[in-house]
């Protein structure tokens, strides 16, 4: 017989290290690509991205995040829309920050169930902190009132480095294009049944609608159970009329033998 071949053990998994690496190199690519992403997004923003018209006793928060390798963010200068104006604006003290806040008077002024509104803030100003590179720091803004005869709202904002740069995104997205630097923009939707929306169903008519589904399904129990019912009891005197059956043949049989 010839002699068994013996493999070594090290001869089979030759093709491992080049999978790992192809593997590596897949993962690096990935990462690289997704970093890309990653700093191609990071522009101004605001949060949430969408209020219900007329909106009253929210918060807006704008977030800011650094682009810059070498430079810090020693600036934010919000500006507020003046032609459909933010009411009741508030601003929440941020460590390390002063801010700036400036009324402009209102073209147009605004009647409220307070009264009439003939100024308003029209820019907010953050300076004295630092913004470093890497980070991001968020700006919340209180408002009392968002308009509701507009469905968008445009906040452009200057964002200044330390090194003296300044980042303007104020521009606004046409034909469906996002722009290089784009203002942070507040989507202001129909008022939903939260708001006083007459759409939603009641109270009443969801719980008269839970009762006839219940009393649907009570009938449809009931039919059903009956007709189980009355298919045992067919099964039952089918059987007792067989057993019948049986015992008359098996006599009659008896009585033959004699």
Known sequence: MPPSVRRSPRSCPRHAPPLRRAGLVTALAATGVLTAAGVASAHVTVHPESYAKGATDGVLTFRVPNEENTAGTTKVQVFLPTDHPVLGVLVTPQDGWTAKVTDTKLKTPVKTDDGTITDAVSEITWTGGKIGVGQYEDFNVAFGQLPDDTDQLTFKTLQ??????????????????????????????????????????????????????????????????????????????????????AVLRSRSAGSRAE
């Not at 019912?229 to 067919?234: E, K, M, R």
Request: hydrophobic share 35%.
């Open 160 to 245: 200044t480095y330390s090194d003296g740069k300044t980042v303007r995104w104020i521009e606004e997205a046409s034909g469906g294009q996002e722009p290089e630097n784009p203002a942070p923009v507040l989507k202001l939707t129909a008022k939903s049944a939260q708001d006083g929306d007459s759409g939603a169903p009641t109270a009443s008519a969801a719980t008269s609608k839970t009762s006839g589904s219940s009393k649907s399904t009570a009938s449809s129990g009931d039919s059903t159970a009956r007709g189980l019912g009355i298919g045992g009891l067919a099964v039952g005197v089918l059987g007792l009329a067989a057993a019948v059956f």
